[in-house]
C-alpha cells in the first residue's frame, strides 16, 4: 500500500484535491495505524487526513472508489497468500518471459490477468498518461511488458503453419480489451481535470457574446471561483486599511485607573470609507449576456463591496437592487433581461431617468460603472446628464464590449459619452471583467 | 503485521464508540475513526458541519471519556493573544513596584556611579516579567495542564486570519514562543478540536497541520440511536413519525434546518404531550420547538399535510 500511496495522491492532485507533502506523510502514518485490509476504514482515514474541505471530501470519495477499483484486485490475490509470496509472484511476472504469460493465458483466470496487467502497467509508468490520444500507445506498452508479443508469434507461426488457435486469438483480443479498459479507467483518474482547466482558461478568454449556452454553467462556476479569489485577494488588504494611530485622549482616560500609567493603549480606528457602487447595464440584446456576467461578479463579491445599486435598461431604465437581495442571483439576473431586455437602447433616455433617480444620493464616494455598446441608435446620447453625474460622484467608468476599432462608427457614441468617463474600458471576456472588477474592489478599500 | 494493526485499530475505533455511548454521545463510524487518529497521530481535528450537529459537544464528551479537563476558546473578531494565550497582571506588577519602592534605596545602597546602580537594576529586571506576573490564558493554560487537557478552539472561522497564523506553533509543536519568557512546551500533549462553520474559509496552512473530519446531518439510524440515548422512554412507532418528519423537513429550502438539539427537545415535548401518533395539529402546535424562523414556520405550516402523510424516503 505505501508504493500504491503516492500514485494514488498523484491521481488525488490530477482531480483537483490539494495534497501537501506533509499531508501524504501523515496519510503514511495513517495507513500503519490503520492497515489497509478494513476498506471502509482506510477510505475514511485517508479522506481526513488527505481532503480538507467539503469539495475535496467529495472528490476525494470519487477519486477513491475508482483508484481502488483496479487495486482491490491485487489485494484480493494478496489476502490469500500471505506477503511474501505475492511480492514473489510480482517478480516473476515482471521478467517479461513470454512462456510465463502463455501459461496465464491457458488457465484464463480474469482477475489473475488483471493483476498482471497493473503491475506492467506500474512498469510503464502509466501515471505519466497526460491525453487520451495516448490510450493506445499505453495499451500496447502494457501488453508488450506482459509478453503478448510471444502469443503473437504462436498465432503467427500458427496461421502460417495453417493451424489456427482460435481459443488463444479469442483469449488474446480479450486481453487487450482488459487492458484498454484498464488504460482508460487510469486516464480517467489521472487527467481527470486537465481537459476541464483547458476549457475554463478558452472559456475565460472568449468573447461572452460568443459563449455557448450550454457553457453557462461552466461559466457561473468560473464566475464563482474568479470572485473567490477577489475576495481573498482584497479582504486582507481591507483589514490592515482599519487599523490606524495611537488613541492619545482615550489611552490616557483608560489609564487613570492605572495611576496614569499608560498600560493599556487605544488605537484609532479608521473609519471605514463606505462607498457605493452604482451600476448601470444595457440588458438589450447585443450587450444582455455581458451585463448578466459583470452583474453576476457584482453581487458575488458582497463581501468586499458593500453595497451595489444596479439598475437595469434597454429603451428604459429601472431599478432591479430589490431584484437581488430578493432572489438568487441566476433568477434575479433572468428576471432583469426579461423585464427590461426589450427594445432599442435609448441612451439619452436611460441616462436622465438615472440621473432622476439617483442625483440626491450620487455623492464623491460614489462610483459609477455603465456597462454598454454606446450605440444610441441616432438618438441623444444623453451626454449632458453623464456630465452631471460625473461632476458629482467619484467616478464613472464605462464598460464596452465593443472591440475599440468599432467604437465611434455607425451610432456608437463613444467619443461623445468618454469625455465624461473618468475611466473607459473594453471589456468582452471573463479575463477583461475580473481586471475591472478587480481594480474596483481595490479602490473601494 | 499490517493485519495485526488492523485487527487493533478496529477494535480500539469499536472502543471508542462505546465509550462515547457510555457517557451520551453517539460516535458514527467517522467520527470514532478520527478520534482514533488523532489519538494515535497526536494531531488536531479541525471539524466542520452544519450547525446543530454536535462538533463542540464531541470535544465535551471527549474530555468526559478521557477525564481530562476541558479548556475552550472561544472564537470571536478581534480574538488577540492577550485574550487567548497570556496577559501580564498589570495591577500587581504595579502595586508591586509601589510596594518596592522603599527596598530599592537599599538595593541601590552602595552604588557610587549611574552606571553600577544601572547594573545594579539589571540583576533584578526580570522580576517583573516572570510566570508569577503572568495571568495564562486558555491555550497557555492547556498547554500547563499536568495531567493533558482537551482544548477547544470553538467556533474558528469567527477570528481573524492573524490569528490562525498564531495558532501554527501551538497546533504543530504544541508549543508557544512568549518573548519575555521564551517558548513553552506542553507538560502534556492536549488534544486539540477546532470547529468551523465554515462562514470564512480556514487557511492552508492550518487545515494542513489538522485532521479534517466533515459531521453532516445525522442518518437515520444514527438519529434513531441518538434519541433512544436521550429520550429513551419515547415509543418506537413516535421515534419513526418523528425522525422521518425532521428528515423530510431537512430536505426543504428553509433558513435554518433544524439539528439534532433541536430533534431532541422536539422528542422532549412530544413525550410530554402524551400524545401515540403524530397528527398535524400537534406538529403546528410544536413547531417552534423545531424551527426558529417565523417564515420556516409559516412555510412548513402550509407543507404540512404532504410532510407528515408523505412518502417514507
Redesign the interface.
Known amino acids: 500500500m505505501l508504493e500504491t500511496l503516492p500514485n494514488f495522491i498523484k491521481a488525488l492532485r490530477a482531480n483537483d484535491v ?1 495534497i ?1 507533502s ?2 501524504s506523510i ?1 496519510a503514511g ?2 495507513i ?7 476498506r ?2 482506510l477510505r ?2 485517508l ?3 488527505l ?4 469539495d475535496e ?1 467529495k472528490r476525494f470519495y470519487e477519486c477513491f472508489d475508482l483508484f481502488f477499483q483496479t487495486e482491490s484486485i491485487q489485494e484480493e490475490k494478496s489476502s490469500d497468500s500471505n ?1 511474501d509470496d505475492t511480492k514473489l509472484d510480482e517478480e516473476k511476472i515482471s521478467t517479461d518471459e513470454p512462456g510465463n504469460l502463455i501459461e496465464v493465458m491457458q488457465r484464463f483466470d480474469e482477475s489473475e490477468l488483471l493483476q498482471l496487467i497493473a503491475s506492467s502497467a506500474n512498469q510503464v509508468q502509466i501515471q505519466n498518461i497526460r491525453l487520451f490520444t495516448q490510450r493506445g500507445v499505453y495499451t500496447r506498452r502494457i501488453l508488450e511488458n506482459m509478453g503478448i508479443e510471444g502469443i503473437e508469434q504462436i498465432l503467427y507461426t500458427g496461421s502460417s503453419e495453417g493451424q489456427y488457435d482460435e481459443t488463444l486469438l479469442e483469449r488474446k483480443n480479450h486481453l487487450t480489451e482488459l487492458a484498454s479498459e484498464y488504460v482508460d479507467r487510469q486516464l480517467q483518474l489521472y487527467t481527470a481535470n486537465a481537459a476541464r482547466n483547458l476549457r475554463e482558461e478558452i472559456l475565460e478568454n472568449t468573447p461572452i457574446g460568443r459563449i455557448d449556452l450550454r457553457d453557462f454553467k461552466l461559466m457561473q462556476e468560473l464566475v464563482g471561483k474568479l470572485a ?1 479569489k477577489l475576495i ?1 485577494l482584497h479582504s ?1 488588504r481591507r ?1 490592515v486599511s482599519r487599523k490606524g494611530d495611537l488613541d492619545i485622549r482615550r489611552t490616557i482616560r483608560g489609564n487613570m485607573k ?2 496614569g ?1 499608560l ?2 493603549t487605544i488605537w484609532k480606528k479608521t473609519r471605514v470609507d463606505r462607498p457605493k457602487i452604482i451600476a448601470v447595464c444595457d440588458v438589450s440584446g447585443s450587450v444582455a449576456q455581458v451585463s448578466r456576467f459583470l452583474l453576476m461578479f457584482l453581487y458575488s463579491l458582497g463581501e468586499i463591496i458593500p453595497k451595489v445599486r444596479a439598475f437595469a435598461f434597454s429603451n428604459q431604465l429601472g431599478e432591479v437592487t430589490e431584484q437581488f437581495d430578493n432572489f438568487e442571483l441566476e433568477i434575479a439576473i433572468n428576471q432583469t433581461i426579461h423585464e427590461w431586455g426589450m427594445g432599442s437602447t435609448d441612451y439619452g433616455g436611460a441616462l436622465a431617468e438615472l440621473e432622476r433617480i439617483t442625483s440626491s444620493q450620487v455623492d464623491r464616494k460614489t462610483t459609477i460603472l455603465i456597462l454598454g455598446d454606446a450605440r444610441s441608435n441616432y438618438g441623444d446620447p444623453g451626454a449632458n446628464s453623464l456630465k452631471r453625474l460625473q461632476e458629482k460622484s467619484k467616478r464613472v467608468i464605462w464598460l464596452n464590449p465593443e472591440p475599440r476599432s468599432f467604437w465611434n462608427t455607425g451610432d456608437s457614441e463613444m467619443q461623445r459619452l468618454s469625455a465624461y468617463c473618468s475611466q473607459v474600458h473594453h471589456c468582452r471576456t471573463l479575463r477583461h471583467l475580473e481586471r475591472i472588477v478587480s481594480e474596483i474592489a481595490r479602490k473601494t478599500v | 503485521m ?2 495485526s ?3 487493533d ?2 477494535e480500539s ?1 469499536k472502543k471508542i464508540q462505546n465509550q462515547f455511548y457510555q457517557i451520551g454521545y453517539i460516535a458514527s ?2 467520527i470514532a ?2 478520534i ?2 488523532a489519538q ?2 497526536s ?1 488536531p481535528i ?1 471539524i ?1 458541519g452544519p450547525p446543530g450537529v454536535g462538533k463542540t459537544e464531541l470535544a465535551t464528551a471527549f474530555s468526559k471519556v478521557t477525564e481530562r479537563p476541558l479548556i475552550r476558546l472561544q472564537c470571536y473578531e478581534g480574538l488577540d493573544e492577550a485574550k487567548a494565550l497570556y496577559e501580564w497582571k ?2 500587581k506588577q ?1 502595586l508591586y513596584t509601589q510596594i518596592l519602592r522603599e527596598k530599592m534605596n537599599d538595593v541601590m545602597d552602595g552604588a557610587k556611579t549611574l552606571q553600577e546602580s544601572l547594573d545594579k537594576i539589571h540583576d533584578f529586571d526580570d522580576i517583573f516579567f516572570n510566570e508569577k506576573f503572568m495571568e495564562p490564558r486558555p491555550l497557555l493554560k492547556a498547554l500547563k495542564q499536568k495531567e493533558g487537557a482537551v482544548l477547544l478552539i470553538d467556533e474558528l472561522d469567527k477570528s ?3 490569528f490562525e497564523a498564531f495558532l501554527l506553533e501551538i497546533l504543530q509543536d504544541y508549543r508557544v514562543t512568549l518573548p519575555e519568557i521564551g517558548a513553552v512546551n506542553a507538560t502534556k500533549t492536549p488534544h486539540v478540536f477546532l470547529t468551523s462553520n ?1 462562514t470564512r ?1 480556514i487557511g ?1 496552512a492550518l ?8 459531521i453532516p446531518f445525522p442518518s437515520r439510524d444514527l438519529e434513531k440511536k441518538i434519541i433512544e440515548k436521550h429520550v429513551p422512554t419515547l415509543n418506537d412507532d413516535l421515534k419513526e413519525q418523528l425522525i422521518n418528519f425532521v428528515h423530510n423537513l431537512r430536505n426543504l429550502d428553509l433558513k435554518k434546518l433544524p439539528s439534532i438539539s433541536e430533534t431532541i427537545d422536539w422528542a422532549k415535548v412530544i413525550l410530554l404531550t402524551n400524545v401515540d401518533t403524530l397528527d398535524n395539529e400537534l406538529v403546528k402546535s410544536t413547531l417552534n420547538v423545531l424551527l426558529k424562523f417565523q417564515d420556516d414556520i409559516e412555510f412548513v405550516t402550509t407543507e404540512l399535510p404532504s410532510l407528515t402523510k408523505g412518502p417514507k424516503l
Do not use: P, W
Open positions: 490539494d501537501s506533509a499531508e501523515d502514518h495513517a500503519t495505524k490503520i492497515g489497509i485490509v478494513n471502509s476504514l475514511e482515514s479522506a481526513q487526513t481532503a480538507k474541505s467539503t471530501k506477503g473567490k481573498s486582507r483589514k492605572n495611576g500609567l498600560f493599556d | 499490517a493485519s494493526n488492523m485487527a485499530a478496529s475505533i463510524d467517522s475513526t478520527s482514533f487518529l494515535s497521530l494531531k479541525l466542520e498589570y495591577g504595579l481573524d486570519q492573524e465554515n474559509e492552508d487545515k494542513r497541520r489538522c485532521l479534517h473530519l466533515y
